[in-house]
């Protein structure tokens, strides 16, 4: 037996970020959109809202709402990256913050096949 006190602290981050704590289990997320998306999915049955297909959390009814629109197949679809979404508006929004466009149009996608979540 021989100790091993060999901690290697890998550090490709590069520089610290605060992010997003997630109060339920203290891990970081870089946006607020990912720590939404982590908690409504790992501390789901904290949260008010349940989606009875999938057992995803949602603190509002009008969360939960549109998250039961994702078990129809109805999607809006981010044309750059292919990401898909629920609401036309989170597309629009994630093409100007990642992508820095606007312009390119917003394909809506009927996929019955492949919820995604
Ligand atoms: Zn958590
Ligand atoms: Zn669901
Ligand atoms: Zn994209």
Redesign the pocket.
């Known amino acids: 037996m021989k100790p091993s006190q060999s901690q290697k602290a890998t550090s490709h981050t590069g520089g610290m970020n605060l992010g997003q704590l997630c109060p339920h289990c203290a891990m970081h997320f870089n946006t607020v959109f990912d720590l939404k998306t982590h908690i409504s999915w790992v501390h789901g049955h904290l949260l008010p809202y349940r989606?009875k297909?999938?057992g995803?959390g949602y603190n509002t009814s009008g969360g939960l709402h549109l998250?039961?629109k994702?078990?129809k197949g109805v999607f809006y679809r981010c044309p750059i990256c292919l990401l898909r979404f629920v609401q036309k508006s989170s597309v629009k929004r994630h093409m100007i913050n990642l992508h820095g466009d606007s312009h390119t149009p917003i394909e809506r996608v009927h996929d019955f096949t492949n919820t995604f979540?």
Do not use: I, N, Q, W
């Open positions: 989606c297909e999938c995803r998250h039961k994702t078990h979540g």
